[in-house]
């Protein structure tokens, strides 16, 4: 089974510019996460998607951070324009469905540089 | 919300059993509870899920008391490679089955 791939690997950046995220889930997974994760911290919750609708972006900064899985498949997060605050490695992750039973497949994440 | 509590960090020694605590003082009646682990420049990786008493499989067991107010993910004969850091999850059915990663147990495995 192919797992979860994530684009790009390593990204830098200057503040202020912009930058997109892809991430293309496990076949048949409904349920996809992005998680950023800052160096020596656990993974935190920005976005959780249900097919193609969004289940809880209550931690998503929508000022600058926007994400959308509009086939109900893959999925882009989107941050513009970007902090020094915002380098950090973004993870995505699926699961069959919702609920805490489901198991998470993560990706080997983006890291993300801003200057 | 359901919250998780877990040292900070452990070290060991090879072909030691290693134990990792997680308080969840809060778990819901419908929380599972399940542990990752992660290694430096990967994601987090499944390594067992529970609900109560005991679960085992090819890498660990899961120890979970009747009031499942904790857990209790054992690592048998550890060895280098298991140098990483543990995540105890709590599935939240009472806000969007939300997922939170609490900071995890760094673990060190001495040679």
């Known amino acids: 089974e192919a797992g979860v791939a994530q684009s790009p690997r390593y990204k830098i950046i200057e503040k202020r510019q912009s930058v997109a995220f892809w991430c293309n889930p496990i076949?048949?997974?409904?349920?996809l996460y992005w998680y950023q994760q800052i160096l020596g911290q656990g993974p935190k919750l920005l976005i959780q998607f249900q097919n193609n609708g969004v289940v809880d972006d209550s931690q998503l900064p929508k000022d600058r951070f926007s994400a959308e899985r509009l086939k109900g498949v893959d999925s882009t997060l989107k941050i513009q324009p970007a902090k020094l605050e915002d380098s950090a490695v973004y993870l995505c992750a699926s699961s069959f469905s919702l609920g805490g039973a489901n198991v998470l497949t993560f990706g080997a994440g983006s890291r993300l540089t801003v200057l | 919300l359901a919250k998780t509590t877990q040292p900070i960090s452990m070290d060991s020694y090879e072909g030691q059993e290693v134990n990792i605590t997680c308080s969840h003082n809060?778990?819901?009646?419908?929380?599972?509870i399940t542990w990752y682990q992660q290694f430096p420049s990967q994601g987090p990786r499944f390594i067992i899920q529970?609900?109560?008493t005991k679960v085992t499989n090819e890498v660990a067991s899961l120890f979970i008391p009747a009031d499942r107010k904790s857990s209790t993910l054992s690592l048998p004969r550890v060895s280098l490679s298991d140098t990483a850091v543990y995540y105890c999850l709590v599935g939240d059915v009472d806000s969007s089955y939300k997922l939170i990663f609490g900071s995890g147990t760094r673990l060190l495995v001495r040679p």
């Open positions: 529970g609900y109560k």
């Open positions: 809060n778990i819901a009646t419908n929380d599972y």
């Open positions: 076949s048949g997974h409904a349920t």
